[in-house]
């Protein structure tokens, strides 16, 4: 058995990652969330309530499982704060949650500066969360960023007053609110003494846990196509979203993971801007939007939606090494009387299996779909595969023969129990 499983998106996010870390953090031991900050929304639908989770790993409500903010991850301590008091406040203590201190923090300015880069992009904008994601990576590789550990260093102050002293003048010459640095020193020290008891080497925690044979199960945030590398830049978010992330975002070396769980959703969605070429700009779209409850679960914002795309999904594949696919939403596309698969991309009159991200690529594609049946009747009940009805399996196996890849888990509604394992 191996010790390290690895839950990723295949797609631009919000293809239901946190129910399945959910499922696999029940028979884990550790639960890391690797990258991202509180730009990733992961719902767990268990014991009759909702949870949203942004920072707080999707396996905090197992208590016996260590819930580990790995040091990939940016945090926004209020927002974090928050969430602890509200899992407290529906019966769930945080015993279990440990954060690393070499996960970046995010401040105030980050946040002013994602909304002011997004204003000078005008009609480029890229359709960010506005949580001050981007810029916090940015100081993290431009070596300025302040960790976790800085803030309950007596060198707290002198980082802060170094960073403000230059984005400030930005802020200035932009006519916006510059930022007071006492201010902020006081805000955060407060947050640093609430956060303090969960502070900890966190690579150390996941290595011993290693060394002890233990299960450790690693939540990937956002998506493939989302990926700074690999997505459609520029309309992605700033960290590695695939499978190199989990590794860089955790301490943990490739030679021990084992599988890598790939989740999507029987359509596609994205949130913001993007290329997109499965989007229905229609009807079916809406239907989609509709039947599915598309509505973001950070930002609230609509889902843009449309049908799966094997082409993509088989470019997630191969960039994350992925040995099993998690489908979602089979229930919701099974509410449609037919279903459009897309099998192949044309360009310049041939048809292949190529993706690239290159833009210009992309806007001579055009997606060639297959239609299979939908009408999948009421599943809520079925236990197995093979308790589907025909036209669901074929659904599932026309993927599985495009892509190469079994499917392990198949969504049937939003609930912790519905799902089949197989
Ligand atoms: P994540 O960011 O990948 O964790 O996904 P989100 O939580 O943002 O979005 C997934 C949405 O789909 C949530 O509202 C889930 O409750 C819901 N969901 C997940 N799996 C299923 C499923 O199999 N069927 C239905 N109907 N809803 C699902
Ligand atoms: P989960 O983990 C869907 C999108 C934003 C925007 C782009 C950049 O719930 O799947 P950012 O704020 O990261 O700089 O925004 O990335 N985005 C997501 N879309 N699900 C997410 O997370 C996302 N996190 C970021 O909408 O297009
Ligand atoms: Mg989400």
């Known amino acids: 058995m191996s010790k390290v499983d690895v839950v990723l998106g295949t797609f631009f996010g919000d293809e239901g990652k946190g129910k399945i870390i959910d499922y696999l953090s029940s028979h884990a031991d550790v ?5 991202g900050g509180n730009n990733a929304g992961h719902t767990v639908e268990a014991n009759g309530k909702k949870y949203a989770f942004h920072l707080i790993p999707s396996g905090i409500l197992h208590k016996d499982t260590k819930a580990v903010i790995g040091n990939g ?3 926004d301590p209020k927002v974090l704060l928050k969430e602890i008091q509200e899992l407290k406040e529906s019966g769930i203590h945080t015993d279990n949650l440990y954060i690393s201190e070499k996960a970046h923090v995010i401040f105030p300015y980050h946040i002013a500066m994602d909304r002011l880069l997004e204003e000078n992009r005008g009609s480029g904008k890229i359709g960010t969360t506005a949580r001050g994601i981007g810029p916090a990576y940015c100081d993290k590789f431009e070596r300025c960023g302040i960790r976790m550990e800085d803030l309950l260093s007596p060198k707290f102050e002198e980082l802060v007053t170094r960073n403000l002293e230059s984005k400030n003048k930005i802020f200035a010459f932009y006519g916006k609110e510059t930022f007071d640095t006492k201010a902020i020193v006081e805000e955060y020290q407060e947050y640093a003494k609430l956060l303090a008891p969960y502070i900890t080497d966190t690579v150390t925690l996941v290595h011993e846990a290693l060394e002890r044979d233990q299960k450790v199960i690693c939540e990937g945030a956002q998506a493939t196509l989302l990926d700074i590398d690999f997505g459609s830049y520029p309309y992605v978010t700033s960290s590695n979203p695939t499978i190199g992330g989990i590794c860089t975002g955790s301490g943990i070396g490739a030679k021990d993971i084992g599988e890598v769980y790939g989740v999507l959703k029987a359509y596609s969605s994205r949130v913001g801007e993007g290329p997109y070429l499965t989007e229905q700009c229609n009807a079916i779209g809406d239907q989609i939007r509709e039947l599915g409850h598309e509505y973001g679960t950070t930002t609230k914002r609509p889902r843009r939606c449309g049908w799966l795309d094997l082409v993509a999904l088989k470019y997630a594949v191969s960039i994350n090494g992925i040995t099993g696919l998690a489908i979602n ?5 099974g509410k449609l009387d037919k279903i459009q698969l897309c099998v192949g991309y044309r360009h310049q009159g041939k048809v292949s299996m ?10 001579e594609c055009e997606p060639v779909y297959e239609e299979l049946e939908g009408n999948f009747g009421d599943i809520s009940q079925a236990k197995s595969r ?3 009805p025909e036209k669901a399996k074929k659904y599932l196996a026309r993927i599985e023969e495009v892509v190469g890849v079994p499917i392990k888990f198949i969504g049937i509604g939003p609930g912790r129990e519905d799902m089949i394992v197989e």
């Open 31 to 35: 639960s890391v969330r690797c990258t």
């Open 73 to 75: 991850v940016v945090v």
């Open 329 to 333: 939403h089979v229930d919701t596309i």
């Open 354 to 363: 190529k993706f690239t991200t290159n833009e210009s690529y992309l806007s």
């Open 386 to 388: 093979e308790e589907l």
